[in-house]
């Protein structure tokens, strides 16, 4: 009989449709693979067939992964959040931005909630998509937060491998997979959503958010959000994740409010 650990998943038609998802073909598919590839997996493999798995584990990937996201991301927002003048570079925010800044870089629940909205074209997600031992796959333990923010960081490591470490191509990849305004809780009106939430607790208001659309293309959609107040709609917002579209939604129902 053979062993069902003697098979890798994802195929190699699974592979190319994560490509597209991403949109990133990479020139050596066995990085990708890697990223897909967890211990456990690698050990159970090793134990029972006595000889090297047929692929790595994703753990070097993801530790190069965790740091290039990390540089995409200030990339990103110093590019939008400041200049570089006569003086040096000047930010639109001082210090204590910057510290919440670092603090939210890995923020583990962040990158569960992408990996969770990352699907191939025929609706598979990606955690599915995962290599692991028979152990996790029966209990379930790879669709648990921790191994899909490791999955992100991991495919971001490969990428940054495949291509050579080049920022020209990583930081677009970062823009569209991830949310660089998550990092900017603290810039004036960044933290709309929670001044609004506690004026509509004080006035024992209802708040919701529906979402009202979805466009773009899989791999980079944007949302609309509505933002409603005691069953009225007051704003709408919108970004390339839910959150950014709440944000933005929450600061424009304030905006109206004079507040």
């Known amino acids: 009989m053979k062993n069902k650990l003697a ?32 211990r456990s997996y690698t050990e159970e493999f090793e134990a029972k067939n006595k000889r090297p798995a047929p692929v790595e584990c994703n753990e070097v990937p993801e530790t190069l992964g965790d740091a290039v996201l990390s540089a995409a991301l200030l990339t990103i927002l110093f590019r939008r ?15 204590g931005v910057f510290t919440e800044i670092k603090k939210n870089l890995s923020d583990k629940t962040a990158l569960s909630q992408i990996i969770d909205g990352l699907k191939t074209e025929d609706g598979t997600p990606f955690a599915v998509l995962l290599t692991v031992s028979d152990g996790d796959r029966s209990s379930g333990n790879y669709n648990s937060p921790s191994p899909k923010e490791d999955l992100f960081e991991s495919i971001i490591g490969a990428v940054a491998l495949d291509c050579g470490m ?37 006035k024992k208001w209802t708040l919701d958010y529906p979402e009202l659309a979805q466009t773009g293309p899989d791999h980079a959609p944007v949302f609309t959000v509505g ?5 009225k709609r007051v704003a709408t917002g919108s970004g390339t994740r839910k ?17």
């Open 227 to 231: 933002c409603v107040v005691n069953g």
């Open 243 to 259: 959150a950014a579209a709440k944000f933005e939604a929450a600061s424009a129902a304030l905006k109206k409010m004079g507040l």
């Open 81 to 95: 959040h400041g200049k570089v003048t006569g003086r040096g570079y000047e930010a639109d925010f001082g210090e």
């Open 166 to 202: 080049d920022f020209s191509v990583i930081v677009p990849l970062v823009e569209r997979l991830d949310d660089p305004d998550r990092l900017t809780v603290a810039l004036p009106g960044k933290d709309a959503v929670t001044r609004l939430k506690e004026l509509c607790e004080a």
């Open 7 to 38: 098979v890798l998943a994802p195929s190699d038609g699974e592979l190319a449709a994560i490509e597209r998802a991403i949109g990133y073909t990479f020139r050596d598919r066995t990085l990708l693979r890697q990223a897909f590839t967890r």
